[in-house]
């Protein structure tokens, strides 16, 4: 059977837990609707209220509070959930899931209403991110490698200062005007000869 995947907030610090509980030890949690509040001991945390906040399907459609049952509706909406206008009073239409639990919801959203003895970062293991910092790490640590490897190397010769590319210049303005002066001077001479 499928599994629930729970996004607990703690308000209080402003951070989230991630946790999956199968959808036969969360049974209890069908029918429940937005803004209900249940006890954390399904999800292991003993002595917590939890409060329902929202959800996502199977499909990605998000929980809407204006839509009563569990059913997947087209309605108009002007604000989240859902629909985000960017302009002063824009409406769109959009699908989105009813407000109560069902089978066909993977992701609930909560909120702690009451706190237990223990905290979340006790009770809730933190094996993705810690995963992700390591991985950080070690990119961190190939970079810096890289730039000491780059270091070592033997400097390239430097492009030329301003004031050297100066005097190369009218330089080379010099011999670009002679070299296009010879040949008018060599066309000029040749019908001369020729004549001759």
Not at 95 to 122: A, F, W, Y
Not at 164 to 193: D, F, L, S, T, Y
């Amino acid at each position: 059977m499928a599994a629930f995947k729970f996004v607990i907030s703690e308000p209080s610090t402003k951070k989230s837990f991630q946790k999956e509980v199968d959808q036969a030890k969360a049974i209890s949690l069908v029918n429940k609707k937005i803004g209900d509040e249940f006890p954390g001991d399904i999800l292991d945390l003993h002595g917590y209220s939890l409060q329902i906040t929202g959800g996502t399907d199977k499909d990605g459609f998000p929980m809407h509070p204006s839509v009563k049952g569990s059913v997947k509706k087209r309605v108009l909406l002007n604000s989240p959930p859902g629909f985000h206008p960017k302009i002063k009073g824009q409406r769109k239409r959009k699908t989105v899931r009813g407000d109560s639990v069902s089978t066909d919801i993977t992701q609930i959203n909560v909120k702690v209403t009451k706190k237990g003895e223990k905290s979340l970062e006790e009770l809730v293991p933190m094996k993705l991110k810690e995963k992700k910092d390591e991985t950080k790490q070690e990119k961190l640590a190939e970079k810096k490698e890289e730039k000491h490897a780059e270091a070592k190397k033997e400097p390239e010769a430097k492009p030329a200062t301003k004031s050297e590319a100066k005097e190369e210049k009218p330089a080379e303005q010099k011999e670009a005007k002679e070299v296009a002066e010879k040949p008018k001077e060599q066309k000029i001479e040749q019908p001369k000869e020729a004549k001759a």
